[in-house]
């Protein structure tokens, strides 16, 4: 899964926290109500719009005018993701997920340790040879 640039990245938070799909001009104009991003020409967003399409993050509707952009998997989809990649390339999993537990909140610890639970609890539940 491609990293992001810090512009893609606003891009597709603002796409991410749209319920509808999202014109080149409505995307510049959201970004405009940042500060760091005031005059941010149409050309930029829509060049950043076909970079993040290219990467497989963004969809575009090419039948409606203006063309619409909606992203192709949800925020957390695509943070699972960045994760199982990382994962993937690490020589040792155990380590990085070791280093990984130690570094999450407390809050996280225990958000994680009721899904893994949850987890065991469906495993165990179901017959053997399932």
């Not at 810090?6 to 799909?21: F, P």
């Not at 940042?34 to 930029?44: F, N, P």
């Not at 009721?114 to 987890?119: E, G, K, Q, S």
Request: proline share 2%.
């Amino acid at each position: 899964m491609a990293a992001l640039g810090e512009l893609e990245r606003s891009v597709m938070d603002l796409l991410w926290d749209h319920q509808e799909a999202l014109t080149a001009n409505a995307v510049r104009d959201l970004l405009a109500l940042d500060e760091d991003s005031k005059g941010l020409a149409v050309t930029t967003v829509l060049t950043v719009l076909a970079r993040l399409e290219k990467k497989g993050l963004v969809n575009r509707e090419r039948g409606a005018r203006p063309h619409l952009y909606h992203p192709t998997a949800s925020r957390e989809e695509h943070t699972v993701g960045l994760i199982e990649d990382a994962l993937g390339t690490a020589e040792d999993r155990e380590a990085v997920l070791v280093r990984f537990a130690g570094a999450i909140s407390a809050g996280d610890a225990a958000a994680l340790l009721r899904v893994l639970a949850a987890r065991e609890d469906r495993d165990t539940a179901l017959p053997a040879g399932a």
